[in-house]
């Protein structure tokens, strides 16, 4: 598809995509709403729910909900195209596969960090946090796929390519722009502890690494999608036998 001649591609990348106010919003409610969710994990122990699949259909909404905010609201002001902001591009098989393997490669990167990480921080929170949503049975499994695939490509859109492209503008600095993405993706976890926290913005930071090496937020999005799709898949056998 191309782009049409009326269509701004910025120049660079220190070019805001959106403005300022657009940013501020958004990271007010990523916030805002993890901290609701980190009140309520201090609350009564939540019940088991006999079926996962209204909680999966609404974070699908959700994860939509901010994609729409930001591409709407926020890119389309200022003309800028998804696959501007995405980069790379798929002209052949060898393409995909180049990326794929890139995502591999990446995944056991990331797992040895996280694992040494995990191992410092005697981390098990997001573990216990994660038990009740796993799925279960064919249904919940397809629609944890579906969950996965949204989350990976919204996910790392929102973060790694809007906000970390936003901070650089802003910051002038690329190193700055991955932590401060990073910090605003882990704390959209406090429901995971402090130490979830803390890891999953060495996770957020390792990811905007790789986008910036890369110039690509492919391989990323193809990682995040597997490991979270392999995780609750391996969770769900493993919990189903009693082994966490």
């Keep these: ?20 106010w657009h940013t501020v919003v958004l990271v007010l409610v990523i916030l805002g709403l993890s901290y609701m969710q980190a009140r309520q994990q ?9 079926s996962r699949l209204p909680l999966y259909f609404a974070t699908i909404l959700f994860e939509l909900s901010l994609f729409l905010y930001v591409w709407l609201f926020g890119l389309r002001r200022t ?10 591009r798929w002209s052949s098989v ?10 591999i490669v990446f995944w056991f990167v990331v797992g040895a960090i996280l694992l040494i990480l995990g191992k410092i921080l005697e981390n098990t929170t997001g573990l216990r946090a994660m ?24 996910e790392e859109l929102i973060f790694r390519g809007y906000l970390q492209r936003q901070f650089l503008a802003i910051t002038g ?25 803390i890891t999953i913005m060495v996770y957020g930071a390792l990811f905007g690494i790789l986008a910036v090496s890369r110039k690509s937020l492919r391989p990323g999005m193809i990682q995040h999608t597997g490991q ?7 969770g769900s056998v493993l919990a189903k036998h009693h082994m966490f």
Excluded at 42 to 50: E, F, K
Excluded at 131 to 154: D, H, I, N, R
């Design 228 to 234: 979270d799709l392999f995780s609750g898949l391996l």
């Design 131 to 154: 038990k009740p949503l796993l799925p279960q049975g064919p249904l919940e499994m397809a629609v944890w796929a579906v969950l996965c695939a949204t989350a990976g490509f919204c």
């Design 42 to 50: 201090l609350g009564p122990a939540p019940v088991q729910l006999n």
């Design 79 to 88: 003309r800028t195209p998804l696959r501007a902001l995405i980069g790379g």
């Design 94 to 103: 060898g393409d995909v596969m180049n990326d794929v393997g890139v995502a």
């Design 173 to 197: 600095r690329i190193d700055v722009a991955i932590i401060l993405q990073a910090i605003v993706f882990g704390m959209g976890h406090m429901y995971e502890g402090w130490k979830g926290v």
């Design 1 to 20: 598809m191309e782009i049409s001649q009326d269509v701004h591609v910025p120049t660079s990348d220190r070019t805001l995509i959106a403005p300022i």
